[in-house]
């Protein structure tokens, strides 16, 4: 079973930054890809940033320029630096890791609230 723990998560003013990290129970190499999701009540869980094993990454349009995700191989983490944070960007933030064909795995979320 693959335990996802995420830390990071707070409250910022509009135009500040916070860094969420991952930790998996397992060696991040060990998945295709890993990421970070966030979710607002009452809407779906979207794809905010991801980083495939061979170090390509992709990013939401409303994110682009402001969010980086990044890996850290000795403390075996991936991290999200997130900067000019804006209050739309308030959400639960999900770890989540990939393994291609099997289910997803999700962390159990760490919320940000930017206020403005």
Known sequence: QVQLVESGGGLVQAG?????????SRSIFSFNAMGWYRQ???????????????????YD??????????RDNAKNTVSLQMNSLKPEDTAVYYCNAMVYG???????????????
């Open 16 to 24: 500040g930054s916070l860094r969420l990290s991952c930790a998996p």
């Open 102 to 116: 099997v289910p997803e795995y999700f962390g159990q979320g760490t919320q940000v609230t930017v206020s403005s």
């Open 40 to 58: 607002t009540p009452g809407k779906q869980r979207e794809l905010v940033a991801r980083m495939y094993s061979g170090g390509t990454t992709n």
């Open 61 to 70: 349009e409303a994110v682009k320029g402001r969010f980086t995700i990044f």
